[in-house]
């Protein structure tokens, strides 16, 4: 992942293959432009001692436990727990699903960066930008393919600390990628 453009917050997205993955992985990090140190593409090593497994929100993450508390990783300890390799950056390829992918498949592909063809946001939220300044809000992506309504949609997840925040939404249909999540 990379948080370079202010929509990812401290959170590493990591994914088992360049293109292709069968695993994603959220790492909790309590640390912002991690684009600097680990760039989106860029082969990692994670040390897992003295980490844990915790949920949050319903999304199993790698963090930190503190007193009993799960929690992000302290931004000291991340540079020793997260190993950038040596490798050259891969290009990643984000895996292509449909919206009733989403839904079905198990947590497997939370953390990928997958792509759907043929998405459009919803006609409610056309001529919205993507976030108001400063504040996180929810815009619904329709799969035109579908008839099946509970399976034809997704909310797509936006931060108005983002470098894009105040741009509008696009209009029509066309391919959207991001970061598959979940929350609750």
């Known amino acids: 992942s990379s948080d370079e453009s202010g929509n990812v917050y401290k959170t ?9 993955p069968t695993q994603g992985l959220v790492v909790s990090v309590d640390a912002v432009s991690t684009y600097s140190s680990y760039p989106q593409g ?7 001692k003295g980490l844990a497994m915790g949920t949050y929100g319903g999304v199993k993450q790698l963090g930190y436990m503190d007193n009993g508390t799960f929690g992000r990783i302290p931004e000291k300890m991340v540079p020793t727990s997260i190993l950038k390799s040596c490798s050259a950056k891969a290009t990643i390829t984000p895996k292509v699903m449909t ?10 592909y939370i953390g990928c960066l997958v792509k759907v063809q043929n998405a459009e946001f919803d006609a409610k939220v056309l001529c919205s930008i993507y976030a108001p300044e ?34 509008k939404l696009p209009s029509g249909k066309g391919d959207f990628i991001g970061i598959l999540s979940k929350y609750g």
């Open 134 to 167: 400063n504040f996180t809000v929810d815009r619904t992506l329709n799969d035109a393919t579908y008839t099946n309504p509970s399976t034809a949609t997704v909310v797509v997840r936006n931060s108005g600390f983002a470098s894009f925040a105040n741009q």
């Open 99 to 108: 919206l009733a992918d989403m839904k079905t498949a198990n947590d497997q």
């Open 12 to 20: 590493i997205y990591l994914q088992d293959a360049p293109e292709n």
């Open 42 to 48: 860029a082969k990692v090593y994670v040390k897992l």
